[in-house]
């Protein structure tokens, strides 16, 4: 029994100074049962917002959906950069840690004006626009609190970006509905689904010191936008 808490105590102190983290992959799979419809009378730009935010796949899969490890935190701030073409944020959500600096370019011959929504200004703490006229130009912000920034241009209504800022481990999901988080620290935890357009959920998992670990998500998508 010594030999054994001596040899785990080793292992532990070695796994300290080494920064050595037993950590899994969390593929989470989200889908939406129903149809969403869009509301008549919109404006052009209103539906074309309304259709990107709830992009449901075959067999019901779910882009663009927010998966959060909570309570597994260590993520840190990094670069990202995100595009504007044919007057669409591309991608249309991202997740980052507080003091990750965000980079706009645009590919389009327009004027681009992107600031938060009044909800959400707060949490972004953009104070002047950032504006980019023609291809090659770019402009940047560093997002410093966590929260959910909601960003749009004021020159084209249709174009929206969702920002989740959070030093805990998240993913989005692609247009199979699917995300892989990578390196979650070995452990029990509550998954959370977020969706700009149907909702929330929760799960729990447990992550292994290796491998990956599969969690499924099933929100309802009868909504009318």
Known sequence: MKKLFYLLTVVAILMISTGLVLAGDVVA??????????????KKDDEIRAKNSAVIGADGALA??????????????????????????????????????????TEDELDHTVAATDETAAVAGIKDPIKTHMPGDKGSHKFEKAGIADLRCKDHKRMQ??????????????????????GVPAGKYTAEVWHEV???????????????????????????I
Do not use: C
Request: proline content about 2%; hydrophobic content about 40%.
């Open 29 to 42: 799979k989200v889908k939406a049962n129903g149809t969403v419809k869009i509301k008549e009378g919109k």
């Open 64 to 105: 663009n959906a927010v998966i959060t490890i909570k309570g597994a935190k260590g993520v840190k701030a990094g670069a990202v950069t995100v595009n504007q073409k044919d007057r669409t944020f591309v991608p249309h959500v991202i997740t980052i840690a507080p003091g990750t600096t965000v980079t706009f370019t």
């Open 161 to 182: 970006l969702h920002v989740i800022i959070t030093d805990e481990y998240t993913g989005v999901t692609d247009k199979a509905g699917v995300a892989t988080i990578k």
């Open 198 to 224: 149907l909702g929330t959920k929760t799960a729990e998992v447990t992550v292994g010191a290796s491998g990956n670990v599969e969690v499924s998500f099933t929100l309802d998508g009868n909504k009318e």
